[in-house]
């Protein structure tokens, strides 16, 4: 029976992604704008306005600085790219002092890198910073993206009446479809519509490769809180959703700027893998801290975001200020992150044995330490009384491979423990 009702909900939770081939795994790259925002002023500011010269500089240090080789791969456009008028034609265009060579030229150039290139449009009238959107425009500015050899899409929500956002999201996911060209597809879809209902998440990840639920993030300890807690309190709606073609998008990463303390960065990218996110950077790759880029570019980190199975991990317990996040991985791995969220005195203990994935120690498991720094902690039992020591907003990162090949079904399932967590206060 157990097995029947598992496979059954296996079933019906891989709800069918878009067709498009991209984002079998979550998107890594990097994303103009947390740290770089609306700076048009290239008179006052050129090495950081908006421009082309950004983003080839940032292509430039995504191959030199090792970010190519640790799976970054896309350099994305957000707002504030375009010029306020349409062209003769109608289509869309760069502004043509910040942009001289145009994004066809700047797609060139960042293929000739081997890296892809991001653009931003929007769904509504206008986008958010104010310049021409798509609405009415759908098959003109997908043919436009395409012609220019663009790779990525992030579609924005702004200035969308609310009823019409599904439609105006599908209609440009069947545009791009159009035009023959597969371009990974991130929306805000979801975002934009909760004010006022759960939105659908079997049509979202049928029409887009990601999509954005929450606020945007800030660089700061309680936006990434905030963001947590949020999908943490939606995850039995929205854990379901991701997998291969389709990803929730918690936002870009903060790490590397000024707001997170090294714990606090560490806890981002450890909480980032486990929920399977689109990792994409907004920092500056010309000028980031050697600890940073360490984090950023930790491969065992990374293996865990991108790990084939898949799945996307949840909170499993809230225990005296500890916060556990468990991620179901390949070969019956699991990855365990815990979540000191006690934000006074010094690092605490944490007796991860007791956590309900744990039970794939049964009879035995290796146990590897990840973060705050890479350890084998060796072989546990069922029994053991292992225990982590956190910083207070810092996270220990696990992997626990189990140790014999039990022919049960070991994992843990999303919907098992989410209802555990609503019960639990002690494990
Ligand atoms: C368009 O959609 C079809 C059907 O889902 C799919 O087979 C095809 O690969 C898609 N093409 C592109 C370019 O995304
Ligand atoms: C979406 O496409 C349909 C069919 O062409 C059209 O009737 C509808 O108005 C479009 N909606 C939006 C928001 O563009
Ligand atoms: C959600 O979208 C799916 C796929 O497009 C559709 O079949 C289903 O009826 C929708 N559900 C609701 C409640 O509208």
């Given at each position: 029976?157990?097995?029947?009702?598992?496979?059954v909900?296996?079933?019906?939770?891989?709800?069918?992604?878009l067709?498009?081939?991209?984002?079998?795994?979550?998107?890594?790259?990097?994303?103009?704008?947390?740290?770089?925002?609306?700076?048009?002023?290239?008179?006052?500011?050129?090495?950081?306005?908006?421009?082309?010269?950004?983003?080839?500089?940032?292509?430039?240090?995504?191959?030199?600085?090792?970010?190519?080789?640790?799976?970054?791969?896309?350099?994305?456009?957000?707002?504030?790219?375009?010029?306020?008028?349409?062209?003769a034609?109608?289509?869309?265009?760069?502004?043509?002092?910040?942009?001289?060579?145009?994004?066809?030229k700047?797609?060139?150039?960042?293929?000739?890198?081997?890296?892809?290139?991001?653009?931003?449009g929007d769904?509504?009238?206008?986008?958010c910073?104010?310049?021409?959107?798509?609405?009415?425009?759908?098959?003109?500015?997908?043919?436009t993206?395409?012609?220019?050899?663009?790779d990525?899409?992030?579609?924005?929500?702004?200035?969308?009446?609310?009823?019409?956002?599904?439609?105006?999201?599908?209609?440009?996911?069947?545009?791009?479809?159009?035009?023959?060209?597969s371009?990974?597809?991130s929306?805000?879809?979801?975002?934009?519509v909760?004010?006022?209902?759960?939105?659908?998440?079997?049509?979202?990840?049928?029409?887009?490769?990601?999509?954005?639920?929450?606020?945007d993030?800030?660089?700061?300890?309680?936006?990434?809180?905030?963001?947590?807690?949020?999908?943490?309190?939606?995850?039995?709606i929205?854990?379901?959703?991701?997998?291969p073609?389709?990803?929730?998008?918690?936002?870009?990463?903060?790490?590397?700027?000024?707001?997170?303390?090294?714990?606090?960065?560490?806890?981002?990218?450890?909480?980032?893998?486990?929920?399977?996110?689109?990792?994409l950077?907004?920092?500056?790759?010309?000028?980031?801290?050697?600890?940073?880029?360490?984090?950023?570019?930790?491969?065992?980190?990374?293996?865990?975001?991108?790990?084939?199975?898949?799945?996307?991990?949840?909170?499993?317990?809230?225990?005296?200020?500890?916060?556990?996040?468990?991620?179901?991985l390949?070969?019956?791995?699991?990855?365990?992150?815990?979540?000191?969220?006690q934000?006074?005195?010094?690092?605490?203990?944490?007796?991860?044995?007791?956590?309900?994935?744990?039970?794939?120690?049964?009879?035995k498991?290796?146990?590897?330490?990840?973060?705050?720094?890479?350890?084998?902690?060796?072989?546990?039992?069922?029994?053991?009384?292992?225990?982590?020591?956190?910083?207070?907003?810092?996270?220990?990162?696990?992997?626990?491979?189990?140790?014999?090949?039990?022919?049960?079904?070991?994992?843990?399932?999303?919907?098992?423990?989410?209802?555990?967590?609503?019960?639990?206060?002690?494990?």
């Open positions: 029976m157990y097995r029947i009702s598992l496979f909900v296996l079933i019906s939770r891989v709800a069918v992604a067709d498009n081939g991209l984002a079998l795994k979550p998107t890594m790259g990097w994303l103009h704008w947390e740290r770089f925002m609306c700076n048009t002023d290239c008179d006052a500011d050129p090495q950081n306005c908006i421009s082309e010269n950004l983003y080839m500089q940032m292509a430039d240090m995504m191959v030199k600085e090792g970010w190519k080789e640790a799976g970054y791969e896309y350099v994305c456009i957000d707002d504030c790219w375009l010029s306020h008028q349409r062209d034609k109608g289509r869309l265009q760069a502004d043509p002092k910040r942009f001289p060579g145009g994004i066809k700047l797609a060139d150039y960042v293929h000739s890198k081997g890296l892809k290139l991001g653009i931003y769904v509504g009238k206008t986008t910073a104010g310049y021409p959107a798509s609405l009415g425009y759908y098959e003109t500015d997908a043919q993206f395409a012609d220019w050899d663009v990525l899409l992030k579609f924005d929500g702004c200035y969308m009446d609310w009823t019409l956002v599904a439609e105006g999201y599908v209609n440009m996911s069947k545009a791009l479809n159009k035009t023959g060209k371009i990974l597809y929306c805000e879809w979801p975002l934009y909760w004010p006022f209902h759960q939105p659908n998440y079997t049509a979202i990840r049928e029409t887009c490769n990601h999509w954005r639920n929450f606020a993030v800030y660089d700061s300890w309680s936006s990434v809180k905030t963001i947590l807690e949020w999908t943490a309190a939606h995850q039995d929205i854990v379901p959703s991701a997998g073609g389709g990803w929730n998008d918690p936002d870009m990463l903060v790490i590397g700027n000024f707001g997170l303390s090294h714990d606090q960065q560490e806890s981002q990218m450890a909480l980032w893998a486990i929920m399977a996110a689109p990792l950077m907004s920092n500056d790759l010309r000028d980031i801290c050697p600890r940073s880029k360490g984090l950023l570019q930790n491969k065992r980190i990374i293996a865990i975001s991108q790990d084939d199975h898949g799945r996307q991990g949840y909170r499993t317990a809230k225990v005296d200020s500890f916060e556990v996040w468990e991620r179901p390949s070969k019956n791995r699991l990855a365990v992150a815990v979540l000191n969220k934000e006074i005195g010094g690092r605490r203990a944490f007796a991860v044995s007791s956590v309900p994935g744990w039970k794939i120690c049964d009879p498991c290796n146990v590897t330490q990840i973060l705050p720094q890479y350890k084998e902690l060796g072989v546990q039992t069922l029994q053991s009384k292992m225990a982590v020591l956190v910083n207070p907003s810092g996270t220990a990162l696990l992997t626990v491979t189990p140790l014999t090949s039990v022919r049960r079904i070991h994992h843990l399932h999303w919907q098992d423990t989410s209802i555990k967590d609503k019960h639990a206060t002690v494990l």
